[in-house]
């Protein structure tokens, strides 16, 4: 249950985070404050989950194959996956973490510090306009950075993998 001072703190940010001001710096800014904070907390802490809920997306570069990690807002999707999307703060170009998985969508999630393998699935067309009002009701606005990207953002629902 979200608390009345984080959906406080959410309705105040959230116009912040729609500015041009916010939308250059923070692609720059945001990533090397979320690794340092999780290289202090040992991964149990993240600033971005102070506002909403956060996790940390491990996937293969799609052309390099080397391990890459992304700070990401998540909203659940009400049937115990995550659905995840790919804004990149209204860039005119798809988050890089979107090819990882559209190329492998094996992948694995941590929050507060614990990893879990996930596969990840594109949201199909009919799933979408649900899937943006669940994160809207989360992050009032969020779905302006599509309109402002001028391009679809990649929607992902993220399922747990069993073990073994």
Same mark, same amino acid.
């Given at each position: 249950?979200?608390?009345?001072?984080? &959906?406080?703190?959410?309705?105040?940010?959230?116009?912040?985070?729609?500015?041009?001001?916010?939308?250059?710096?923070?692609?720059?800014?945001?990533?090397?404050?979320?690794?340092?904070?999780? #290289?202090?907390?040992?991964?149990?802490?993240?600033?971005?989950?102070? #506002?909403?809920?956060?996790?940390?997306?491990?996937?293969?570069?799609?052309?390099?194959?080397?391990?890459?990690?992304?700070?990401?807002?998540?909203?659940?999707?009400?049937?115990?996956?995550?659905?995840?999307?790919?804004?990149?703060?209204?860039?005119?170009?798809?988050?890089?973490?979107?090819?990882?998985?559209?190329?492998?969508?094996?992948?694995?999630?941590?929050?507060?510090?614990?990893?879990?393998?996930?596969?990840?699935?594109?949201?199909?067309?009919?799933?979408?306009?649900?899937?943006?009002?669940?994160?809207?009701?989360?992050?009032?606005?969020?779905?302006?950075?599509?309109?402002?990207?001028?391009?679809?953002?990649?929607?992902?629902? #993220?399922? &747990?993998?069993?073990?073994?």
């Amino acid at each position: 249950m979200v608390s009345i001072v984080a &959906r406080r703190l959410r309705s105040l940010v959230a116009p912040l985070t729609r500015t041009r001001a916010f939308r250059r710096w923070a692609p720059r800014a945001m990533p090397p404050v979320e690794r340092a904070l999780a #290289l202090v907390t040992r991964g149990r802490f993240q600033l971005s989950a102070v #506002l909403v809920p956060s996790l940390v997306l491990h996937t293969r570069g799609a052309r390099s194959g080397n391990l890459r990690q992304t700070y990401l807002m998540y909203t659940p999707d009400g049937a115990g996956g995550l659905i995840v999307a790919g804004t990149a703060f209204a860039q005119d170009r798809h988050p890089a973490w979107t090819y990882n998985l559209l190329a492998d969508p094996e992948a694995s999630v941590s929050i507060a510090g614990r990893r879990t393998r996930v596969r990840a699935t594109p949201l199909r067309p009919d799933e979408r306009d649900a899937a943006w009002e669940r994160i809207e009701a989360q992050w009032p606005g969020y779905r302006a950075y599509e309109r402002d990207s001028g391009r679809e953002v990649r929607l992902f629902r #993220l399922r &747990r993998v069993p073990p073994g």
